[in-house]
């Protein structure tokens, strides 16, 4: 299994604050993979960190993560702490490339760094 699609959103928070969102595409040799468990590590760039509460692929393989909330200058690292579906086994190297033409959680680019943008 691997990740095919992969999304980060951002909602403003008030005036300081912001909500980063990840959605993951999960899919593998067969299409869309539903019931795939999936957890997250984050870190700031002040070293508060934690993990999401796992979260479940819907039966379009898609799961979407809610971080918490973060001040606007706070710059958060983005790691996979798991991803595990029964029968399938993971496979960074087939996930979709990200920034700088690398696949994204692999071992060549484990993490993602999310800075809060002008959008909301």
Do not use: H
């Not at 699609?5 to 604050?17: A, M, R, S, Y």
Request: hydrophobic share 30%; proline share 3%; aromatic share 8%.
């Amino acid at each position: 299994m691997w990740i095919k699609k992969f999304k980060v959103t951002q909602k403003l928070k008030g005036t300081n604050k912001y909500q980063p969102s990840i959605k993951i595409d999960v899919f593998s040799d067969t299409g869309k993979l539903p019931g795939t468990t999936v957890t997250l590590d984050w870190i700031t760039q002040k070293g508060r960190s934690g993990t999401t509460k796992p979260k479940t692929t819907n039966r379009k393989g898609v799961v979407k993560i809610k971080l918490k909330k973060y001040k606007l200058a706070d710059v958060i690292t983005v790691t996979m702490n798991q991803i595990e579906q029964t029968d399938f086994e993971y496979n960074g190297a087939k996930n979709v490339k990200y920034e700088n033409d690398c696949r994204l959680f692999s071992t060549e680019c484990p993490d993602i760094t999310i800075v809060q943008s002008e959008q909301d």
